[in-house]
DNA sequence: CGAATAGTCTATTAAATACATAGACTAAAT
DNA sequence: ATTTAGTCTATGTATTTAATAGACTATTCG
């Protein structure tokens, strides 16, 4: 399961692509409008901007701005960034290759070669999905439902 | 991540099927041959019990058996019964369905398509391994790498 | 300039979960 | 009856998750 922070991560970042449009949004409207503890946002907005994500404005007229496209935006980097990896064991993640300590052979391993299997369909599906797509998305969903 | 225990869970039944032929295993010797406290082990392997997956044997020549046939223990149904849900969100979740405390609209969050998506090829894939695919994997794996 | 605004940084805390162990108890074999 | 081996109840410890507090810094605008 993703924890509350990436979950929090994912919705803010959906909502100020929504509203990229204009000036920078407050953390405070993304706290009020998507039910999140607003100093905890504040925590997850900084690691997204030093992330290079998002961009921010202080003082007046401040706030958060995206630095990066929506479309060049991916939820698997969102969650790999916040979460860290998405593969099920350690000896099967690119970003967080670690060898299993209790494993004594990882070429010879049945179950690292499900993983690996698995792994590999996530990845294919996360990279996938961009922040525009999900943007979009929701927007199509919305208009089939009016009718 | 995969928890300790559901690693542990995944050895030891991986370890039970292959030396399956005969006389039931004690809990001691798979504690020793994958390295897994043994203690924890025992508690695990309960649960494998109380889900009908082991059989067990207690007191002298006691020990435990699989209850069902390899081909028939899926690696999905042994992670979901230690870890819980494979999705990363509850609100596409099978088995344990709940809907997200924050989101509004269920139906048209673009997040939770996204999240969809990924959760039936996560299931399709990790219901098909199976126990004797697992094992079967690994042996070729040895067998192949021996030339 | 200086007051107000809004993000940034450091530290701490509460609660939950993961991992593990201790010890008494029960059932079966010889 | 004794030994063996699984079962049950309880407890402990460490780590992670989720959240909060408060001082600090940069920017705008009158």
Redesign the interface.
């Known amino acids: 399961?993703?924890s509350k922070k990436a979950?929090y991560a994912?919705?803010a970042l959906?909502y100020i692509a929504k509203h990229n449009d204009d000036a920078p949004i407050l953390i405070s409207e993304i706290s009020e409008q998507?039910?999140?503890p607003k100093k905890f946002l504040e925590t997850i907005l900084l690691e997204l901007k030093k992330d290079g994500i998002l961009q921010s404005r202080k003082g007046k007229n401040g706030g958060y701005l995206l630095h990066k496209k929506p479309k060049d935006i991916n939820?698997g980097h969102i969650?790999r960034l916040i979460d860290?990896?998405i593969?099920?064991?350690?000896c099967v993640s690119y970003k967080f290759y670690h060898p299993?300590s209790?494993c004594e052979n990882e070429?010879?391993?049945?179950?690292r070669?499900?993983m690996q299997?698995?792994r590999e369909?996530?990845s294919?599906?996360?990279d996938r999905?961009s922040l525009a797509?999900?943007?979009?998305?929701?927007k199509e969903?919305?208009k089939s439902?009016k009718k």
Chains 1, 2 share one sequence.
């Open positions: 399961m993703l979950k994912l919705k959906e998507q039910n999140i939820i969650i860290g990896p593969a099920l064991v350690p299993c209790e070429a010879t391993c049945g179950l070669y499900a299997q698995l369909a996530t294919k599906i996360l999905f797509e999900i943007v979009r998305k929701e969903l919305k439902r």
